[in-house]
T-cell receptor
Framework: GAGVSQSPRYKVTKRGQDVALRCDPI?????LYWYRQALGQGPEFLTY????????KSGLPNDRFSAERPEGSISTLTIQRTEQRDSAMYRC????????????FGPGTRLTVL | KQEVTQIPAALSVPEGENLVLNCSFT??????LQWFRQDPGKGLTSLLL?????REQTSGRLNASLDKSSGRSTLYIAASQPGDSATYLC????????????FGKGTTLSVSS
């Protein structure tokens, strides 16, 4: 595609519900990254993939958070039993490969947990 | 642990002024440094990327410098315009910590006409 796309753009959910956030990277990009950005802060790393392999998940805050990229393209970030503190902008980025210089970011998903 | 700090947090200038945004990082072992622009409701737009071996990069009215030994980078914007109003984020890619970017909190710029 022309750029990284994410869906939904906005998600409002009630505490305790599960949510799934989707990222569609630029076609042909091997590496995919998930970041979380709180208001007034810079994005913080969550996890990243090369092809379908999850290379680093050290940034996932707890075991309610998980991510997958089963076919090495689209990725889903799942948050189980959401809490209010999970409210944030979730950003996805992709790059040609792990040694590529530049990461290209999507528009983000704004998650609000009531 | 690598930390990235951006000063000032917010800046208001009249149209036409030249301005400098500052970024500092605590660990000089970086692969590169990137400046992004963030507009409300939109993604992050990459402005300039400086490799660790480079001293500066230029794109139009933007010039970014890197002094790796002192852990500093500056983004210079010449002849500012109202359309430059946005949040500017600085991010480093550590050499030893994989490919995840570490971001500062950003500088929010407002240019008035």
């Amino acid at each position: 595609g022309a750029g990284v796309s994410q869906s939904p753009r906005y998600k409002v959910t009630k505490r305790g519900q599960d949510v799934a956030l989707r990222c569609d990277p630029i076609s042909g990009h091997v590496s995919l990254y998930w970041y979380r950005q709180a208001l007034g802060q810079g994005p913080e790393f969550l996890t990243y993939f090369n092809y379908e392999a999850q290379q680093d998940k050290s940034g996932l805050p707890n075991d309610r958070f998980s991510a997958e990229r089963p076919e090495g393209s689209i990725s889903t970030l799942t948050i189980q039993r959401t809490e209010q503190r999970d409210s944030a902008m979730y950003r996805c980025a992709s790059s040609l490969g792990p040694n590529s210089n530049e990461q290209f970011f999507g528009p983000g998903t704004r998650l609000t947990v009531l | 642990k690598q930390e990235v700090t951006q000063i000032p947090a917010a800046l208001s200038v009249p149209e036409g002024e030249n301005l400098v945004l500052n970024c500092s990082f605590t660990d000089s072992a970086i692969y590169n440094l990137q400046w992004f622009r963030q507009d409300p409701g939109k993604g992050l737009t990459s402005l300039l990327l400086i490799q660790s071996s480079q001293r500066e990069q230029t794109s139009g009215r933007l010039n970014a410098s890197l002094d790796k030994s002192s852990g500093r980078s500056t983004l210079y914007i010449a002849a500012s315009q109202p359309g430059d109003s946005a949040t500017y984020l600085c991010a480093v890619r550590p050499r030893q910590a994989g490919t995840a970017l570490i971001f500062g909190k950003g500088t929010t710029l407002s240019v008035s006409s």
